[in-house]
């Protein structure tokens, strides 16, 4: 396919976005997304974060499998949870669940720090390939259990899960810094919701259910 073929298939992922926020409009609690997601979602080329024999099905508004019995999220989910972090331009994001790079290419684009963890070590490499082709030089990789977080660099303004555990890791709300938002889906694998996280300033947790979701399974096969 050539480059003009995926724009034009970009430009109608777009419109499905946009048409999908419309209908969840009550849920969502607005009838767009900010300007400055869907411009990320605009720049950043999809088909080069899935497998080149799926690259003709990148914008699709589907998950697509990366192997490892891994997905890359459908559009409207990736842009939906980059919308409800509500990123500025100074944040320290954490994103859990790295897979190929796509989200942490989006967030790439809106915050001033991405810290992306990825436990499989295979596509752990490959995101970083394919992230620094995109010129990606505030997105920080490592290979390393996200259940347990980024302590090195934490707090973090925002933190982002692309893969569900069943109850939200206490590591992860620990890291998060006063007045700081998570989006995470969490749940048992047929019972899951995208839940907004915030931490106030006095530290105390608010949670609120979005909508119902199916992710891959957080793994948290290693302690420490």
Request: proline content about 6%; aromatic content about 4%; charged content about 25%.
């Amino acid at each position: 396919m050539s480059a003009e073929d995926f724009e034009i298939l970009r430009r109608h992922m777009l419109a499905e976005i946009s048409a999908g926020v419309v209908q969840l409009r009550d849920i969502i609690g607005k009838p767009a997304l900010d300007d400055r997601v869907m411009t990320a979602l605009g720049n950043v080329p999809r088909h080069d974060f899935v497998p080149i024999e799926l690259q003709p099905y990148a914008y699709a508004n589907i998950p697509l499998p990366i192997g490892f019995d891994k997905t890359i999220s459908q559009p409207f989910i990736v842009a939906l949870m980059t919308d409800l972090l509500d990123i500025s331009t100074e944040d320290a994001v954490l994103e859990i669940g790295t897979g190929l790079g796509y989200q942490a290419a989006i967030l790439a684009q809106l915050a001033h720090k991405v810290y992306s963890m990825e436990l499989i070590e295979e596509l752990g490499r490959e995101a970083k390939r394919r992230l620094r082709r995109q010129g990606c030089d505030n997105v920080e990789l490592r290979i390393a259990n996200g259940c347990h977080g980024w302590s090195a660099h934490a707090p973090f303004d925002k933190i982002i899960v692309t893969a569900a555990p069943d109850l939200i890791p206490a590591a992860l709300i620990h890291q998060l810094r006063a007045g700081g938002t998570m989006v995470i889906p969490a749940g048992l694998p047929d019972a899951q919701q995208l839940i907004l996280l915030r931490k106030d300033g006095d530290g105390k947790v608010t949670t609120k259910e979005i909508l119902p979701v199916r992710f891959s399974q957080l793994e948290d096969s290693e302690p420490g």
